[in-house]
Nanobody, 126 residues
């Protein structure tokens, strides 16, 4: 089992920045795919970004490319999401997720991830 705890959410004005953290504990040895998702009220959970613990390649949804950066600190078992140039449409609950097995082309699907954090609220005011 892997436990994930997000932090770093809050209220920010449009154009501002936030950095979300996701601390992993439990059975964290091995290579996991770490993903960030978000869910706005009345909408489905949406993929934001993904990277592997033991690799540097990253993958983003189009709407956040150039604004968000996913990164990991293996020593701290923590994955980050740096969010810059925030827009009101980025407002959502942001979730961290993890899985050992991620099939090619399916990283955007929440069902592909086995472990989830409780979420952290991000609110961007206009």
């Amino acid at each position: 089992q892997v436990q994930l705890v997000e932090s770093g959410g809050g209220l920010v004005q449009a154009g501002g920045s936030l950095r979300l953290s996701c601390a992993a504990s439990g059975r964290t040895s091995g290579n996991y795919a770490m993903g960030w998702f978000r869910q706005a009220p009345g909408k489905e959970r949406e993929f934001v970004a993904r990277m592997w613990w033991r690799a540097t390649n990253t993958y983003y949804t189009d709407s956040v490319k150039g604004r968000f950066t996913i990164s990991t600190d293996n020593a701290k078992n923590t994955v980050y999401l740096q969010m810059n140039s925030l827009k009101p449409e980025d407002t959502a609950v942001y979730y961290c997720a993890a899985t050992r097995v991620l099939r090619n082309g399916r990283e955007k699907l929440p069902t592909e991830y086995d472990y989830w954090g409780q979420g952290t609220q991000v609110t961007v005011s206009s």
